[in-house]
C-alpha cells in the first residue's frame, strides 16, 4: 500500500511539474508587409523560473526590436494562478513564409508559428512628405452587391502623438459597415526610418449595385516636439503643434446579382460556405414520444451572420416541431468577417415506424471562383420504435389495445375475433344477472369514476401543472369511448390545447403555461363528443322515464 502511495504521489508530482513547465507561444497576427514588426508572445505559469528564454534562435530570420515581461496573478474559485508572460517585438529579415523557430525556457520548449510576409505596398515618397500620414486600400477593386469589401486604414507617424489623436467615423451611404476587431499598432520601416503604425480594418457590404465612393478619411493628432538636450530648465516637453492628415478618396464597382442565380432563394455571395448538423440526442435509437433536439448550422466567410437566412424547418408527418431562437454569432478573422446561424428545433415523434426527413440544400454564389454553387445535407431516415414508457395497462373487461405495429390482415382479425367474443359474453352475463338483480342498481366501478377523474383534470389545468395535467388528460382519455387524438381531430379547440401542453412540455426553452385553455375545451367539446356521466348528476335514473 505504501509503495502504491510513493508511486501515485511521484506521478502527481511529474504531470503537475510537466504541466507547469508548459511554454505557450502566440502572436498578434500571421500576415503582414515588409518591414512591419509583429509581436511574439510566450506565457508560462511554471512560478519556479526566473531566468527569460533563449531568443538566439531568432537571430537568423528576425530582428529582435524590444522585449518586455509582465507578470500575472488571477484567483478563480479561490484558486490563485500565477503567470509570466514575455512579449517580443521582431521585425522579419526576409520575405515570404517565415517560421519563428521554438524557443526554450529551462525544460519547457513552444511550438514554431509560421508567419506569412508579403512584399509591402506602401508608398516610399509618402516617408518624405509628412512625420504624419495615412494611407487606405481595399482588398479589391470590384465586388458583387451585397458581398464583402474589406478597407484597411494605416496611420504612419515617424514622431510621438499625444493620446488625443481622432479619426473621423466611417460613414458611407448604402452600405453597411462592421469594424473588424480593435485597432491594431505595431511598426514598420520606410527608406530605413522607423515609423509608428496605427490599423483599423472594417468589412463593407454594398446594398446597391454601381459605384461606390469611399470617402476621404481625416486623422487628427497633437505632435510631441523633442526637447533640446541643452534645455535643462523646463521639466516638460513645450507644447506641440496640431497635425491633420486625409486618406485619398477610394472607389469601389459593385456588380449586380448574375442573372443565372435562381430568383426564388435568397442571395448568398460569399467566399466559401458551409453547413453541419448535429443531434442531441442522437438518433440511432429514437422511440415514440422522445424529444430529439435538431440543430443546422449555416457558416459563411465574406458574410455577417445577420445576412444568413432561416435554414428550412422540419416539416414532416409524423414528427410535432417545436422551434428555439436562432444563435448567431460573427468571428474576425484576416479575410474579414465569418457569420454563422445555428437554426434549433425539438422534433417529436408521434407514431412509430420510418419517418424521412427531406435533404437540406443551401444555394449560394461563390465569389472567390465566381460561379454558382449548392452545399447540401442529405436526407435521411429516422427509425421510431415504440416507447415501452407509453403503454397503458388496459383495464379488466375493456378491448384491448393492438399495437400499430402489427401487421394489419392480423390486427383486423384479432380485433374482430375479440369484439365477437367479448360481445357475446357481456350479453349472456347482463342477460343471468338481470333475472337475480332488483330493477334499480349502481354500477361498480373498478377504478376512479369519471367524476373523480374530470375533477383531477380540472385541478391540474388550473394549477398549471403540465406534467399532472398529462396525467389526469390520459387517464381521463382512457375512459372515454375514443381516443385522444380523434376527439382533437373533431374539435378545433382541444387540437390547438394539446399543441400548447406538448409545446410547453418538450420545448427546451419552455412556456408559461395556462392551463385555462385546456380546461374550458374540455368543458365546451360537443356532447357526442364528451365522455358521459352513466347515472347523471343525481346518480339516479329519470323520474318519469319517456
Not at 520606410?190 to 480594418?201: K, M, S, T, Y
Not at 448568398?268 to 435509437?285: Q, T
Not at 429514437?286 to 443546422?296: E, I, M, V, Y
Not at 412556456?511 to 385553455?517: D, T, V
Request: glycine share 6%.
Amino acid at each position: 500500500m505504501n509503495r502504491f502511495t510513493v508511486f501515485f504521489v511521484s506521478t502527481l508530482l511529474w504531470s503537475l511539474q510537466a504541466q507547469a513547465a508548459e511554454l505557450v507561444a502566440s502572436v498578434d497576427r500571421t500576415r503582414l508587409n515588409s518591414g512591419e514588426t509583429v509581436e511574439l508572445t510566450l506565457e508560462t505559469n511554471d512560478v519556479t523560473q526566473f531566468g527569460k528564454p533563449d531568443l538566439a534562435a531568432l537571430e537568423p530570420l528576425f530582428e529582435v526590436r524590444g522585449t518586455r515581461q509582465v507578470n500575472q496573478l488571477t484567483t478563480i474559485n479561490g484558486d490563485s494562478r500565477a503567470t509570466t508572460r514575455w512579449i517580443i517585438t521582431l521585425l522579419p529579415r526576409q520575405n515570404g513564409s517565415v517560421v519563428i523557430a521554438p524557443l526554450k525556457l529551462g525544460e519547457a520548449q513552444s511550438q514554431p508559428i509560421t508567419l506569412q510576409v508579403v512584399e509591402s505596398e506602401t508608398r516610399e515618397d509618402n516617408a518624405n512628405q509628412a512625420p504624419v500620414f495615412i494611407e487606405a486600400s481595399l482588398d479589391q477593386s470590384s465586388v458583387y452587391v451585397q458581398a464583402q469589401a474589406i478597407l484597411t486604414l494605416r496611420i504612419y507617424h515617424s514622431v510621438s502623438l499625444y493620446d488625443d489623436s481622432n479619426l473621423t467615423p466611417l460613414q458611407i451611404p448604402d452600405a453597411r459597415i462592421e469594424q473588424l476587431g480593435e485597432s491594431r499598432t505595431y511598426e514598420k520601416d520606410i527608406n530605413g526610418l522607423r515609423h509608428g503604425v496605427i490599423e483599423l480594418r472594417y468589412a463593407i457590404y454594398p446594398q446597391h449595385s454601381g459605384q461606390l465612393t469611399i470617402p476621404a478619411q481625416i486623422f487628427s493628432a497633437t505632435l510631441v516636439d523633442p526637447q533640446p538636450a541643452q534645455d535643462i530648465e523646463a521639466q516638460v516637453p513645450k507644447s506641440g503643434k496640431l497635425m491633420r492628415v486625409s486618406s485619398a478618396v477610394l472607389a469601389l464597382t459593385v456588380k449586380a446579382k448574375p442573372a443565372t442565380y435562381p430568383a426564388d432563394v435568397p442571395w448568398l455571395p460569399a467566399r466559401s460556405l458551409s453547413l453541419s448538423e448535429s443531434w442531441n440526442p442522437e438518433p440511432d435509437h429514437a422511440q415514440l414520444g422522445d424529444s430529439l433536439t435538431r440543430s443546422l448550422t449555416l457558416k459563411a466567410e465574406g458574410l455577417a451572420s445577420s445576412q444568413l437566412p432561416p435554414l428550412p424547418a422540419t416539416e414532416v408527418n409524423g414528427l410535432r416541431r417545436y422551434p428555439d431562437q436562432p444563435v448567431l454569432g460573427n468571428q474576425n478573422t484576416e479575410r474579414g468577417l465569418v457569420g454563422s446561424r445555428e437554426d434549433r428545433e425539438a422534433l417529436v415523434p408521434v407514431h412509430s415506424g420510418d419517418i424521412e426527413l427531406p435533404a437540406v440544400d443551401v444555394v449560394w454564389w461563390n465569389t472567390f471562383e465566381d460561379h454558382l454553387e449548392h452545399t447540401s445535407l442529405p436526407a435521411r431516415t429516422l427509425h421510431v420504435a415504440n416507447n415501452p414508457g407509453l403503454i397503458v395497462d388496459t383495464p379488466a373487461g375493456a378491448p384491448a389495445v393492438i399495437s400499430a405495429a402489427d401487421n394489419e390482415a392480423l390486427w383486423w382479425w384479432k380485433l374482430s375475433t375479440l369484439i365477437l367474443a367479448c360481445t357475446t359474453l357481456m350479453g349472456f352475463g347482463l342477460w343471468w344477472r338481470a333475472r337475480w338483480q332488483p330493477a334499480i342498481l349502481r354500477a361498480a366501478q373498478t377504478g376512479p369514476s369519471p367524476r373523480t377523474v374530470l375533477d383531477d383534470l380540472k385541478r391540474a389545468c388550473q394549477a398549471n401543472d403540465t406534467h399532472a395535467t398529462r396525467q389526469a388528460l390520459d387517464a381521463w382519455a382512457r375512459q372515454q369511448p375514443e381516443t385522444l387524438a380523434d376527439m382533437a381531430a373533431r374539435f378545433v379547440p382541444l387540437s390547438d390545447a394539446l399543441d400548447g401542453l406538448n409545446g410547453a412540455l418538450y420545448s427546451e426553452t419552455g412556456q408559461h403555461w395556462q392551463g385555462e385553455e385546456l380546461w374550458r375545451a374540455i368543458r365546451t367539446m360537443p356532447i357526442a363528443e364528451r365522455a358521459q356521466d352513466p347515472l347523471g348528476d343525481s346518480g339516479l335514473p329519470p323520474l318519469y322515464p319517456k
